[in-house]
């Protein structure tokens, strides 16, 4: 409980922290970094990629999909949906804005800004785990209800990239920004660069390194995208990604997350979809997409990500992959509040917040 006061008002502190002491001081782009200096919460330790600031996902409870699959939310209204255990926090840190009758993307940015800030995190934000080369690269994107959408990819050195996502839909007349670009429009929208390794980050790429072995584990390498979808007061939807891709992937690499269509996709009409797992799977089948337009055609949300998940599978196997070695789950609502979600293999989970329901659910999967 303390821990949650403490960390509400550090997420206040938001601001204070990346325009705090966490400063890029003059470092070689070409170089890896490591993150190693000290939030203002943090005394004077030097993070660990644990940092004991941060409440921890560890007791999650994690309710069956069987108990819950297509059953519609109490409340067509305040509702959100985010992946993995760190769903929880996020909502929570989310929820106040929501409930509070805020805007659905408000709600959204602060929650996925929970966890791009949480150095415990290994691949969102701050903490993410580097490319083969040693540089933490950042993707990803926003979109509302309205077809308003931004994103940037690739991007190093700015901790919030899902703020930096909302300032492209905002404040320019593109929806995405690559790279060097995407850092140098962030810092002149105010944000701070600094390095996003942390020591734990570093050591696991000293160690990947001796094997180079490029070889994602399902569920664990993986386990990393924060999509949150939801629903405020007004019926408003919207959706948001962020992630640092998969560890060790080629310098440059970018996924499905910040691919407006493929890792989300907001229909104001119909619902949102997003997705996480092995990116290159879903941009493909444009993943997110396909779900709400399944959707469209009067699918539920659980029926259209079920759908699209299959055939991600088939395909799979006519290009002869291994299912086995790939991991990708959708979660949608639509505009009913109706929830779904549907993974390749057992293990993917998701966190439902809305006036009666505050749990992470494990989501049914077509392999067991
Ligand atoms: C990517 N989809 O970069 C992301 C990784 C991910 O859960 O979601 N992992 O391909």
Redesign the pocket.
């Known amino acids: 409980m303390q821990h949650r006061r403490k960390f509400l008002k550090k997420l206040g502190l938001f601001s204070a922290i990346i325009g705090g002491k966490q400063l890029f001081a003059g470092l070689d782009a070409d170089q890896p970094h490591i993150y190693t200096n000290n939030a203002p919460n943090n005394g004077n330790k030097s993070l660990t990629g644990e940092d004991a600031n941060y409440p921890k996902n560890n007791d999650v409870q994690i309710i069956d999909s069987d108990k819950i699959i297509n059953k519609k939310s109490k409340t067509t209204t305040e509702l959100l949906i985010t992946?993995w255990n760190f769903g929880k926090l996020a909502n929570e840190a989310a929820w106040p804005t929501l409930s509070g009758n805020g805007y659905i993307l408000d709600a959204i940015e602060k929650g996925i800004n929970f966890t791009e800030l949480d150095p415990s995190e290994r691949?969102v934000g701050l903490g993410g785990r580097p490319d083969r080369d040693g540089h933490v690269t950042l993707?990803a994107c926003i979109m509302d209800e309205m077809g308003n959408i931004g994103s940037v990819v690739c991007m190093e050195h700015i901790a919030t990239p899902i703020s930096v996502a909302r300032k492209v839909m905002e404040n320019t007349p593109h929806v995405m920004l690559a790279a060097e670009g995407a850092t140098e429009f962030a810092v002149n929208q105010g944000f701070k660069k600094q390095d996003l390794m942390v020591p734990d980050s570093y050591r696991e790429w000293q160690e990947w390194l001796k094997k180079s072995e490029y070889k994602p584990t399902v569920n664990i390498e993986?386990?990393?995208?924060i999509g949150m979808i939801g629903m405020d007061k007004n019926g408003r939807l919207g959706g948001g990604c962020s992630?640092s891709?998969?560890a060790f992937k080629m310098r440059g690499r970018i996924?499905?997350?910040p691919i407006i269509g493929a890792?989300l996709f907001v229909d104001g009409e119909v619902g949102a979809c997003t997705?996480?797992?092995?990116?290159?799977e879903?941009i493909r089948v444009v993943g997110a997409h396909r779900v709400v337009m399944e959707m469209r055609t009067g699918l539920s949300p659980q029926a259209a990500c079920e759908i699209a998940i299959k055939d991600i599978a088939k395909k799979l196997e006519k290009r002869g992959k291994k299912w086995n070695e790939v991991q990708i789950g959708f979660i949608a609502i639509n505009i009913n509040g109706e929830i779904g979600a549907y993974s390749l293999q057992a293990g993917f989970t998701y966190a439902v917040r809305s006036y009666t329901q505050d749990e992470v659910i494990s989501a049914k999967s077509l392999y067991q």
């Open positions: 992946t691949s993707d993986n386990h990393d995208t992630t891709g998969m996924g499905d997350s890792g997705a996480t797992g092995h990116g290159e879903v």
